[in-house]
């Protein structure tokens, strides 16, 4: 009996890891052949609008408090050593690194990632997406790829517009509230924080986008029947989309941090 | 009795239908919802495939331009084999299609003027704009709705959006229309009006046209075939005539709206209502 339910499971299991990477290795190549097609533009820049330019001022918001709540965490212990001059360089580092790219990216799993799934899925129950099918249109290039792609190039200037607050938060905190030196702050900022440290953050968005996108078309393309149904395939969107960007955040931070470790030293040797 | 409903009608399953399906075996899971179905659909003619719900019809018919895929059996059209193409050339087959879902399936995003272009942007530059407003004017007018043209789909009735959709299904000029319950959650009097759209269709463009319903008023006004599925099996085919007068007792309490004595005699075993109803004093204790 508990064999079987197992058996089952597993089986299940696999069977939707399958369905999910060929899903996906079909969204990569309608996104390529998007690419390289101008009639799917307008599609591309209407969803470039929903996804990227409304998005702006809550993936600000997030980005802003992160780095508030950095400097009046870590301003005690830091004051305690008489290290608070080096309040920027923790902030900052964090917040490009970290938890700028991660907590944007979990903003817009919320904001896209649910909208995406509610409206595929919707479309799949109202039988949308057989229609398109019906009229010999492919639904995964006429309805994921575009998502696919603004995820992709939005997300990483999305988290620099978090970046942005998050390090101007940080300040405002750190100097105005709590007195530090601007000079001494932005000085051990400046010495702490290199551009690697912005640019994996910034790479980091283009995983972060890919995953978010895929996953939600994914959960809306395969959702069940009936508004319990659309409900279901939200939540399970949000939960995969938010721990494959926890997930993807540790392996792409051990595989930044090998190639920091072998290419950056001979920076000063160029 | 059970023999008499599994035995199946066949007729012009291997004839030059326009649409041929050959043993289709179309199973969910378990369970088996097509079983050894073969029928030809002849061009030209109007086919009507009628039966209770849950039998299966509408999966027969997503089967006749592949939205669903056979377990085993093959599908072919104009002589080809289709069942076993990609996507991609299977989308090319598909434009020789038009199909009108049950609920409309209009795109709510898009004005009534835009969905009925999409199939035409799909598959073709569009550079002359004026052409395609000629264009989407004659196939509103066609159902009637020309003025209609910025409406968005949740501004108009369910008659209405039928008739939208008709009009897009038509769009890319179809030689085979497939309807999926046309006139299911319609009033008579605009069932009717589907009715005769699916009549004129079939009289000015001469296309082949495929209706699932369980009406049976809408079926004998269209059908110049009609085929009943029961169980996955197909269980009588023939025209209005020899459907009317069909032996078998499941086509007959079917075509008459009349539960059969089985299903009677279940309702009749499984209590009375007033073993069914709570009363508030069931709860007070």
């Given at each position: 009996m508990i064999i079987g339910t197992v058996g089952v499971k597993t089986v299940t299991g696999v069977n939707n890891m399958g369905r999910f990477a060929r899903f996906s290795w079909q969204s990569m190549i309608a996104s390529l052949r998007s690419c390289l097609s101008p009639s799917t533009y307008p599609l591309i820049w209407t969803q470039m609008n929903i996804i990227g330019v409304k998005s702006v001022p809550v993936v600000m918001i997030t980005g802003a408090f992160v780095g508030m709540t950095l400097a009046v965490q870590a301003y005690d212990q830091l004051a305690g050593m008489g290290l608070e001059e080096h309040l920027g360089v923790l902030i900052n580092i964090s917040v490009v690194k970290e938890l700028g790219p991660v907590l944007a990216a979990v903003m817009l799993a919320g904001r896209i990632g649910g909208a995406l799934t509610a409206e595929l899925g919707t479309m799949n129950v109202t039988e949308q997406i057989d229609a398109i099918r019906s009229m010999g249109t492919d639904p995964i290039r006429y309805l994921a790829a575009p998502r696919v792609l603004a995820c992709l190039l939005l997300t990483p200037f999305l988290i620099i517009y978090a970046d942005l607050m998050g390090i101007l938060g940080g300040y405002f905190v750190s100097v105005?509230?709590?007195?530090?030196n601007s000079r001494a702050y932005w000085n051990f900022s400046a010495s702490g924080v290199e551009l690697w440290d912005v640019s994996i953050g910034v790479v980091k968005g283009l995983f972060f986008g890919v995953a978010i996108a895929v996953i939600s078309c994914y959960k809306g393309f395969t959702c069940k029947e009936g508004a319990h149904g659309v409900g279901q395939a939200c939540t399970e969107a949000f939960v995969a989309s938010f721990i494959s960007i926890l997930a993807l955040d540790f392996a792409l931070a051990v595989i930044f941090k090998s190639i920091y470790n072998t290419f950056w030293p001979l920076k000063s040797l160029v | 009795m059970r023999q008499e409903i599994e035995k199946t009608e066949t007729s012009q399953?291997?004839?030059?239908?326009v649409i041929i399906l050959r043993k289709i075996i179309k199973k969910f899971g378990g369970k088996?919802?097509?079983?050894?179905v073969s029928l030809a659909v002849e061009k030209g003619k109007t086919t009507v495939i009628i039966g209770p719900s849950g039998c299966g019809k509408t999966v027969l018919l997503k089967h006749l331009i592949l939205l669903l895929r056979p377990t085993s059996g093959e599908v072919y059209f104009k002589g080809s084999r289709i069942d076993n193409l990609r996507e991609r050339r299977l989308n090319k087959v598909r434009t020789h299609y038009g199909f009108l879902f049950q609920g409309g399936?209009?795109?709510?995003?898009?004005s009534v003027f835009e969905n009925i272009i999409f199939p035409l942007r799909q598959h073709h530059r569009i550079t002359d704009f004026k052409q395609v407003e000629e264009l989407v004017k004659s196939k509103l007018a066609m159902v009637g709705l020309?003025?209609?043209?910025?409406?968005?789909?949740?501004?108009?009735?369910g008659g209405q959006r039928k008739r939208v959709a008709l009009a897009r299904a038509i769009a890319l000029n179809p030689e085979v229309i497939l309807y999926d319950e046309p006139t299911t959650g319609l009033d008579p009097i605009r069932s009717d009006i589907i009715n005769e759209l699916i009549l004129k269709l079939q009289r000015e463009l001469k296309v082949t046209a495929v209706v699932v319903t369980h009406d049976m008023t809408s079926a004998y006004k269209v059908a110049d075939r009609i085929i009943m599925l029961h169980n996955g099996k197909i269980i009588a085919d023939g025209d209005a005539d020899y459907i009317r007068n069909h032996p078998h007792p499941t086509v007959q309490h079917f075509i008459k709206g009349q539960v059969d004595d089985d299903d009677l005699a279940v309702l009749r075993m499984s209590g009375t209502m007033s073993q069914a109803q709570f009363l508030p004093r069931d709860f007070e204790q």
């Open positions: 105005i509230q709590l007195g530090i | 399953s291997n004839g030059d239908g088996v919802v097509l079983d050894h399936a209009l795109f709510d995003s898009l020309d003025g209609y043209q910025n409406y968005y789909p949740a501004n108009l009735s």
